[in-house]
């Protein structure tokens, strides 16, 4: 294959060949639009941000875009420090090691000696890629990838490894005893759960000073701007992007959340639990998870779908005996 690598300097949407590309790997994938949206929205959050250098490489066989990737440089993360992202590769390891050493050499022109990822922009975007799997189809606000991938950056021996997953439950009764007591002992106490299709501004900042706090220390946590988290979460995406947001109040301060999204009539997407590090230990995460249930069965939900939880994750202790894994993801880093 007679192939060419090119850097270019990105507009505000991805290139044609770039979309063409992700059509092509994914195209007929259900949630592909879901997938693509959330794609060239973090593209154009490189593009856009100040804080951030941006610097996009692609390899092309002829015309056509074959594999792509990009140095994704944010500087209020260490100086030394960079990611990669909007990572797409064949399955050919002469085409994959071009690609990484021109990701290299690009990274090292600017003083970055630690790489990570990959991650679409920042841990606020896509990010991942899929280390085992059932034949399942992606679900909505999954990162598609090639099931390959995670081999092929494997190979390139990180420093260390960053482990996920994602599972599934279709009966909740645990759950639900789990978190019945503590709901009917602090709802009413001070303590409340109000759930929302719609939120306002002030609420979105609130969820944003709630999220600084519990995951700051989060890996590789990048601090965004009132500006750049409205950027991300406006209150329009966020009505086409979630179906419920359950606010946890104690009086009227907000002390945590967590957000539901609706895969299909009979499916649930459950994404997150957030709650001030001063009020664990007091059944609040169990008495979110038992609300998200309570309704979800209340609506004929059959299925609710634990969506890309970190292994040392809290949501870990919910009971498991009848929740599956269904997949494993990784993010890697890397000393260059």
Known sequence: MDIKIKKYKPKNTPPKELISLLQKKYGKQENFNYFLNDFETAFNFCVENKNIYFEPIAIYSGIEMVAHIAVIKDYRLGSDVAFFGFFESPNDPVIFDSLWEELIIAAKKIGVSIIKGPVNGSIWHQYRVIKQSDASGFFKSETMCEP??????????????????????????????????????????????????????????????????????????TDLTEEEFFQLYSEEKLESHLSKLYLLRKEKKIIGFSNVLEENNSTLIFKTICLLPEYFGLGLGNVLAYKVHFDAERDGIKKIIYALIKEDNNIKNFPKDDAAIFRKYAAFEFTI
């Open 148 to 221: 390959y991938y995670y081999n092929l950056l494997k190979n390139k021996e990180a420093k260390s490894e960053i482990s996920y997953y994602s599972a599934y439950r279709e009966k909740f009764d645990a759950i639900l005893k789990a978190g019945q007591l503590p709901y009917e002992k602090l709802i009413g106490s001070g303590f409340s759960v109000q759930e929302f299709e719609k939120v306002s501004a002030d609420d979105l900042k609130e969820v944003l000073t709630l999220s600084r706090e519990v995951f700051s220390k989060s890996w590789e946590f």
